[in-house]
T-cell receptor
Framework: EAEVAQSPRYKITEKSQAVAFWCDPISGHATLYWYRQILGQGPELLVQFQDESVVDDSQLPKDRFSAERLKGVDSTLKIQPAELGDSAMYLC?????????????FGEGSRLTVL | AQKITQTQPGMFVQEKEAVTLDCTYDTSDPSYGLFWYKQPSSGEMIFLIYQGSYDQQNATEGRYSLNFQKARKSANLVISASQLGDSAMYFCAMRELHNTDKLIFGTGTRLQVFP
């Protein structure tokens, strides 16, 4: 069964360092999402792509976060510099375009700890 | 603006009993979809069940059913015959058809099943 791949699974870093997360969606899924989930809370959308274009990045802290999906396939989420409050699970998900009634398929997530 | 509310931070249920997890939502879009996801301690988000706003019947998937009351804007998840493996976080989520396809999550309910 096709899966959304994410790496790294766990990342520990010191504040002010740069961090990057990678996501490879299910083949054929044009829509890709990055969510941040702080411990004990629900996932919060950071950025949404359709193909290589950003559809929604209204909740992305653009002073330190960036996301790209250059060829409309895999995607990278970067944080620079990392802050203590960035400690969270970063979830990537994908779905078929135009399938508003379809489910999102999630990866296993990347758990970030900032010391 | 779309909003999801889960008022139960935690729920306990005995094995083999049924349990209802509450979810209310708010939207001005007449076309929307409601989802329930399960998140075990390992972190991955597992899709459970989907209900469309125009669906006439309540959705069911095995031991999961969705009690959809459109006029009250509620979409409660019912788990029948609870199993120890059902212990996890459960998130209600909504997607508006005439929005950007983003999925908005509630704050979640932690379910603990005891023998």
């Amino acid at each position: 069964e096709a899966e959304v791949a994410q790496s790294p699974r766990y990342k520990i870093t010191e504040k002010s360092q740069a961090v990057a997360f990678w996501c490879d969606p299910i083949s054929g899924h044009a829509t890709l999402y990055w969510y941040r989930q702080i411990l004990g809370q629900g996932p919060e959308l950071l950025v949404q792509f359709q193909d290589e274009s950003v559809v929604d990045d209204s909740q992305l802290p653009k002073d330190r976060f960036s996301a790209e999906r250059l060829k409309g396939v895999d995607s990278t989420l970067k944080i620079q510099p990392a802050e203590l409050g960035d400690s969270a699970m970063y979830l990537c998900a994908s779905s078929l375009v135009g399938e508003a009634t379809g489910e999102l398929f999630f990866g296993e997530g990347s758990r970030l700890t900032v010391l | 603006a779309q909003k999801i509310t889960q008022t139960q931070p935690g729920m306990f249920v005995q094995e083999k009993e049924a349990v209802t997890l509450d979810c209310t939502y708010d939207t001005s879009d007449p076309s929307y979809g409601l989802f329930w996801y399960k998140q075990p301690s390992s972190g991955e988000m597992i899709f459970l069940i989907y209900q469309g706003s125009y669906d006439q019947q309540n959705a069911t998937e095995g031991r999961y059913s969705l009690n959809f009351q459109k006029a009250r804007k509620s979409a409660n998840l019912v788990i029948s015959a609870s199993q120890l493996g059902d212990s996890a976080m459960y998130f209600c989520a909504m997607r508006e058809l005439h929005n950007t396809d983003k999925l908005i999550f509630g704050t979640g309910t932690r379910l603990q099943v005891f023998p």
